[in-house]
């Protein structure tokens, strides 16, 4: 029987260059989408899929990471003063329970393989998740977040689990690349890898979209790999190691992915992430049509 997915590695030493200057001071993982932080947003599909443990990966200067995982008692007492109770329950709702994170430190930003194995001796001897914090996810007709989607993959197929969508053809070149085995519909067998290929050679239009099951076997893996594109150890090479003895299987994510690293990317996610909140929609569309009906 395959051991139960309980923590997940959020990588979070980047530092933002694609949505300077806002990330100058401010961590990329901490810009609001609405009225939560992006990471926030992660954490919370976390939890939703049954996550118990949290690692951060971090770097120099996302000291506001730990906080804001943290109590914050003069917040808390001035909202409980105020009779603001509705707010004091929503942030403890958000809360970790007590020892449900940890963080580590990336030295130097050595790629995303280097960051997830820095988190070997938290994660230990089980499988666990990998969950990009630039990518924010919604539920298709599935009603599952993408993480979810994967934990439900390894639990019927075991071994690593890599979640995927569809981009168009002349986009391929930008992404990581996976080719198709055995398909079994929601789900299929992994029987190839590519990072970036040049355009024209991808062997399908299906990205990796920054949701894994990883066995724990990557992390000696990831020890000895080397560097590969940009100097940069890279968790896509060490997963091509690994599927040399384990198995791989990829998810068709039905929901929605937005890469919030990016301008426009964070732009869409606001509007997607506010439109999809009854409490926010009906006035916020009534803006949305307005802005529209003005170019």
Known sequence: MSKRIRKAVFPVAGLGTRVLPATKTIPKEMLTVVDRPVLQHCVDEAR???????????????????????????????????????????????????????FTRQQAPLGLGHAVWCARDIIGDEPFAVMLPDMITLPGKRGTKCIGQCIEAYEKHAGNIIAVEEVPPQDTHMYGIVSVGQDHGHTFEINGMIEKPPQGTAPSNLIISGRYILEPQIFDILANVGKGAGGEIQLTDGMKELAKSRGFYGVRFDGKTYDTGSKVGFLAANVAFAMARDDIRPGFLTELQKIVGSL
């Not at 996550?51 to 808390?76: C, P, Q, W």
């Open 48 to 102: 939703e899929a049954g996550i118990e443990h949290f690692v951060f990966v971090t770097g120099r200067n996302k000291a506001v990471i730990e906080d804001h995982f943290d109590m914050s008692y003069e917040l808390e007492d001035t909202l409980q003063k105020r009779g603001k109770t509705k707010e004091y329950a929503a942030l403890m709702a958000d809360l970790p329970a007590a020892g449900a994170t940890s």
